[in-house]
């Protein structure tokens, strides 16, 4: 059952976050961020030595740990991290550009070490005319944490297998004009992430969804916060947030806009639609913002829940048109 009476939620501490995403980046002196001006555009910073490609860089760090610093430029190029612990660095925020090229047809980050950190670099244009589900990144076990990144006019942002003992954390970031929903094998979505442990999203963007959903997890436990979901430009686009299997944790403080041009209007956020694999008793929704586009001619609903569990729905702020909560 809903539980009316809980109020607005304290804000997710972002502390532990924070000594997460920037460890790699104060452990690099400052000159070695920069030291890639005088030769190659990747560096690992632990040795000093430049490298002409993605992927020399990644396997010259192989089975251990280390940090490429990538030099400011766009690059028509890719990497398969197969094990480790790699930091991917841009020296500055925004300046480092992923452009079209994919490795394995998955993406221009295909992961699957052990940990994995991505950092100021901005990824676009992947596309891929077989599976149609070109990513910036797409993880296929270990922990990832990407910060101030940019993921914008591709088939999906990023995309997850799944990793039981895995935990994602994205801070910071921004998802525009992804996801389709053209291809046979279904639909591709900003985010879309697999049977993990943990996905942590906080103060990111989502925006002009071109199909599929904004933020699909299958993970046990979501941690959602201060982000924005703006799909008052978006093009047949569906749920804000979909967890399609239930999930524990929260929803909270986040502001949502539902767009007219949006093709599944039933619900912004949809609880076990599809399965009821992982329980989602406790889930918190509170403290949230919710509007319709002025556009729009439709009612619709603030949480669909398919899951029968007992959800804790606080306080939201809901605009007209919207009812506060639906069950299945």
């Known amino acids: 059952m809903t539980n009316p009476d809980r109020r607005w939620p304290p804000r997710l501490s972002l502390a532990p976050l924070a000594a997460l995403v920037l460890a790699a980046v104060l452990a690099v002196p400052a000159g070695a961020l920069f030291a890639q001006g005088r030769g190659a555009p990747y560096t690992v910073v632990e040795t000093g030595k430049g490298y002409g490609r993605l992927q020399d860089a990644v396997d010259a760090i192989g089975n251990g740990k280390g940090t490429i610093a990538i030099a400011p430029g766009s690059y028509a190029d890719c990497a398969v991290q197969q094990a480790g612990d790699v930091s991917y660095l841009a020296a500055k925020p925004g300046t480092v550009v992923f452009d079209g090229k994919i490795c394995e047809d998955k993406g221009a980050l295909v992961l699957r070490g052990f940990n994995a950190n991505v950092s100021g670099i901005v990824f676009q244009n992947m596309n891929s005319i077989y599976s149609g589900n070109a990513v910036g990144i797409r993880l296929e076990k270990g922990n990832l944490t990407v910060v101030q990144s940019w993921f914008r006019d591709s088939q999906q942002g990023i995309l997850t297998g799944p990793d039981a003992s895995g935990r994602i954390v994205i801070d910071k970031s ?32 989502f925006e002009r969804g071109a199909g599929g ?71 918190l929704i509170a403290g949230n913002n919710a509007r319709l586009a002025p556009a729009v001619k439709w009612t619709t609903v603030f949480v669909a829940d398919w899951s029968g569990d007992r959800l804790q729905i606080g306080e939201n702020t809901i605009g007209p048109g919207i009812r506060r909560f639906e069950r299945h």
């Open 174 to 205: 921004t998802f525009t004009n992804l996801g389709t929903c053209a291809y046979s094998g279904g639909c591709a979505h900003s985010i879309y992430v697999g049977e993990y442990g943990l996905l942590r999203v906080t103060r990111s963007r």
């Open 213 to 283: 959903h904004y933020l699909k997890s299958r993970s046990a436990q979501v941690q959602i916060a201060s982000n924005s979901f703006d799909d008052s430009r978006g093009h047949a686009s569906n749920y804000m947030i979909d967890l399609p299997n239930g999930s524990t944790g929260q929803i909270t403080n986040n502001w949502f806009v539902q767009g007219a041009d949006h093709e599944n209007h039933a619900a912004l956020i949809a609880i076990a639609a599809e399965k009821h694999a992982n329980r989602s008793d406790g889930l």
